[in-house]
């Protein structure tokens, strides 16, 4: 059976000798961040003595942490939930209605340290907390539902950002399922309340640059008729066309990155280390900058607004962002008979990625049959 204690860590004490109380569950030792004197301390009761100077300060926070505490483990005996050290931290510190309901955003924070993700999917739970804010202030995990994430979607739907691209709304519900995931694990839900919500990922819809376009932009840069900051931009938006190295991963690339021939990089969404050979283009667009840099890059945002200038010089009418480089390289690769699997080893993905890209390849050999029809007409 589950017990409870109440121990002064004499052993511990500060400047001041003053020493925290713990309390103390089966095996687990859980500060609560209270601090007396020995002298002040009733070790067989566990309590707060009267004598303490700031007794009337002191004892009521203590008393109610205690109070607390006693009752969360009163509550596993009776429900018979397993005992989590987290479970029983928000039952003390914050309440019974903290523990059993918890704040969400703060959830999604405690999930990101313990799930040890990677700081581009860290990035993405960031924005989704933005995102569920928006749609209800402050949200708890019994919010979650089938209503709310109908509500979220919608909302959504509307970010400029999210109207042309499905599957970030898909891959923002998919993380909100992780969630709920992780909340029945810790005994927070029971149930899955998302467990009718449908995601089915939109393939097809990768923006890329055909072969032409891409040789029209090659040729741009060698003509040098661009201004200056969008000279710079295509020159690393080329090489990371040639390689499928993201932003993220462009504007930290150094020049020590690059080995026999080929960049190694450690690509900051996955974690996934990565060896991409260079061919004669992409090594000939390397221009090291400050700290060993292999680019002089801007902001995201600046970036994409230069892109899109580019395309407006060079006459594509496409909605290209940075992010079109690593589609366009998985596209090409795949058109030019590289294999799936190689394709996914370059790009650090899976094959169930990189067959987005071999059924995009597939809608640009019928389109391109189509002219046959138009001569025979």
């Not at 429900?79 to 928000?90: A, I, L, M, N, V």
């Not at 799930?115 to 402050?138: C, E, F, P």
């Not at 650090?348 to 987005?356: A, C, D, M, S």
Request: include cysteine; proline fraction near 3%.
């Amino acid at each position: 059976m589950l017990t409870l204690r109440t121990y002064l860590r004499t052993g511990r004490a500060n400047s001041q000798g003053e020493c925290i109380i713990y309390f103390i569950v089966g095996d687990e030792w859980i500060s609560s961040t209270l601090k007396v004197h020995p002298d002040y301390w009733d070790g067989a009761n566990g309590i707060i003595l009267k004598k303490h100077p700031k007794y009337y300060t002191v004892n009521p926070t203590f008393q109610q942490m205690k109070g607390r505490a006693e009752q969360c483990i009163s509550n596993y005996h009776t429900s018979g939930k397993q005992f989590t050290r987290q479970h029983f931290e928000q039952f003390v510190f914050d309440g019974q209605e903290a523990a059993e309901n918890p704040c969400l955003i703060k959830f999604i924070d405690e999930y990101c340290d313990s799930m040890n993700l990677s700081w581009g999917r860290i990035k993405h739970y960031k924005q989704l907390k933005k995102d569920i804010i928006t749609v209800k202030a402050r949200p708890r995990i019994l919010d979650i539902n089938y209503a709310f994430a109908i509500k979220l979607q919608s909302y959504l739907r509307t970010k400029k950002d999210a109207i042309n691209n499905a599957n970030t709304i898909i891959r923002k519900m998919r993380m909100m399922k992780a969630l709920v995931h992780h909340a029945q694990k810790l005994r927070i839900l029971l149930e899955d309340p998302l467990i009718n919500v449908k995601l089915k990922e939109i393939t097809g819809t990768k923006k890329h640059l055909s072969a032409d376009e891409l040789s029209i932009l090659e040729n741009l840069f060698k003509a040098g008729t661009l201004p200056g900051n969008q000279q710079q931009t295509l020159r690393y938006f080329l090489f990371s066309c040639y390689t499928a190295l993201r932003y993220s991963d462009i504007i930290s690339l150094k020049l020590c990155d690059i080995k026999n021939g080929s960049v190694i990089t450690t690509q900051e969404k996955t974690d996934k280390p990565v060896s991409v050979p260079l061919i004669t283009q992409a090594q000939e667009l390397i221009s090291p900058g400050i700290n060993g840099l292999c680019f002089k890059t801007f902001t995201n945002q600046a970036t994409n607004r230069f892109l899109k200038e580019i395309m407006k010089t060079a006459d594509i009418e496409k909605n290209i962002t940075y992010h079109c480089s690593r589609h366009t390289f998985g596209t090409l690769s795949i058109f030019w008979g590289i294999p799936q699997e190689v394709v996914a080893e370059l790009m650090g993905v899976n094959l169930k990625t990189v067959k987005i890209y071999a059924q995009i390849v597939d809608q640009v050999k019928v389109r391109e049959m189509m002219k046959w029809e138009r001569k025979a007409m």
